[in-house]
């Protein structure tokens, strides 16, 4: 393999770059720029065609302005660092009017699974052009307001699966054996060797409830402890080793002695588990959530407790969660805490199932490259609300070569002439396509397209054509 070339001063020479008034700014007409800052130290690696790729953006990388909330991993950080971004950096989530406040400057933002981007929120980001969730649920964010507004949200739906399934193994030993009881007493100085309701967990039976990341990596770690594995999920799923589906969440819960949930938060999975699900379990059984808080009922799940039906739970989410650490879970919290807290053998833990340096480390550099993949070349692949388009890179060889990006409303008509309007192919088709790949998400369409041999003096009326044309959510031009 030939080795990365740093092409140094070349670049910057030979290569333009567009200011972030295309696509990063409101006001189209400001002057085209080209930053040295854009293309110093690049180091480019060879494609699959021979030529070196050609780093492409609209804009100063110094123009960037990136905020990161929730004391993102310092891996995230570094990445988005190195493009020469200005990235700020917050240990917490904001409260509403302050994250207003700040996000109405920036083009990207990041955030984990406190911060909330709703669409009152959004309204006011009118730079923004990505929100990167460094997490795995993207439920904090209003995803259908962003798509129609041109916003990609990207995640991390496989990063953390591991750490969040070692949890769960974890937990079904300590509950199994009461460990959380026997330590606490031990911590109060009480010496109590008891038996009497603990067990091994050889030749139990785990029901996973969602067969997804998570529930089927957990499905392997239990099977090699000797556990028996069934799982429900709302599609026909292969099992892994000797896991088997079955037809009902009912059946489930009658069949299993331990029971973990691994789904999203939905309509469809509000308060998935209640008194009546309670009920269709078997006695002294266990229930084990860590995915999302609203899924379970809290106090039919004290309830169940209090009776001896539920022999043990472990919590890692609920309902309301604080926005920071400190002495906040109470029932000012949730009005149900201190009932929750007064229960025995039941696991408490503070949203952390995914919270390993390991996950941390690998989630800041996935959703991070997403990030830079999206700003520096309008590549969507992974984005969970927009259409997953991506084009191969731009290369030396084609250095007057502009690739351009344009999201629209996914409506009849949009690339004919009407009778009062431009079409698409009507701009587009002035130039050379060079390629071009679009795709469509429910209301949302995606078009990406390279077209070789633009002119600088060019660009600016190319894109303030597109800008023109009724079906526009956003444009962006590369150069």
């Known amino acids: 393999m030939i080795a990365a070339l740093d092409i140094g001063s070349k ?34 690696t060879r494609s699959t065609t021979g030529a070196y790729p050609r780093r492409i953006k609209p804009f100063a990388t110094a123009d960037i302005k990136i905020l990161l909330l929730e004391n993102i991993n310092q891996t995230g950080r570094d990445n988005l660092n190195k493009q020469g971004y200005q990235v700020e950096v ?252 007064s229960l025995r053998n039941l696991i408490l833990t503070p949203h952390i199932g995914g919270s390993t340096e390991e996950a941390q480390s690998a989630i800041g550099i996935e959703v991070s490259e997403a990030i830079v993949r999206y700003v520096n070349e309008g590549t969507t692949l992974g984005a969970v609300n927009l259409p997953e388009v991506s084009l191969r890179s731009l290369t030396l060889d084609e250095p007057n070569h502009v690739r351009v990006i344009y999201i629209h409303h996914n409506i009849p008509g949009v690339l004919r002439k009407g009778e009062y309007s431009v079409g698409l192919n009507e701009v587009l088709g002035d130039h050379n396509v060079d390629k071009q790949m679009t795709d469509s998400r429910g209301d949302v369409a995606y078009l990406m397209a390279d077209i070789s041999d633009v002119n600088q003096s060019e660009i600016k009326e190319l894109y303030e054509s597109l800008e023109n044309l009724s079906s526009r959510i956003m444009t962006r031009v590369l150069y």
């Not at 200011?19 to 130290?41: D, E, H, I, Q």
């Not at 106090?299 to 022999?311: E, T, W």
Request: with cysteine; charged share 20%.
């Open 11 to 44: 670049a910057k020479d030979s290569l333009s770059t567009v200011s972030r008034s295309l696509g990063l700014s409101n006001s189209p007409s400001a002057s085209f720029t080209s930053p040295s800052s854009s293309f110093s130290g690049g180091h480019l």
């Open 90 to 341: 917050l240990k917490t989530s904001l409260p509403e009017d302050q994250l207003i406040e700040k996000i109405r400057d920036v083009h990207v933002i990041g955030i984990r699974s406190k911060t909330k981007l709703t669409a009152k929120v959004l309204r006011e980001a009118k730079n923004l052009i990505v929100v990167g969730c460094f997490c795995i649920g993207t439920n904090q964010v209003d995803l259908q307001y962003a798509a129609k507004h041109g916003i990609a949200v990207f995640n991390s739906p496989f990063s953390n699966s591991r750490s969040v399934a070692e949890l769960i193994i974890g937990e079904i030993i300590c509950l199994a054996r009461q460990l959380g009881d026997r330590s606490n007493e031990m911590h109060r100085g009480t010496w109590n060797k008891v038996s009497n309701g603990c067990w091994e967990i050889r030749g139990k039976t785990l029901g996973i409830v969602g067969y997804g990341h998570i529930g089927s990596q957990l499905s392997v770690l239990a099977e090699s402890m000797g556990m028996t594995v069934i799982y429900y999920d709302v599609v026909p799923l292969m099992g892994l080793g000797t896991a088997k589906q079955v037809a009902s969440l009912k059946a489930l819960l009658e069949a299993s002695d331990f029971v973990t949930l691994h789904v999203p938060e939905l309509p469809e999975t509000y308060q998935m588990i209640g008194q009546k699900e309670f009920d269709h379990m078997r006695a002294g059984s266990y229930l084990i959530n860590a995915s999302r808080g609203k899924v379970v009922d809290i106090p039919a799940l004290v309830d169940a407790m209090r009776s001896g039906k539920v022999a043990g739970a472990a919590l890692d989410v609920y309902p309301s969660e604080p926005a920071g650490n400190g002495d906040y879970f109470t029932n000012d919290l949730n009005d149900w805490a201190e009932n929750l807290r």
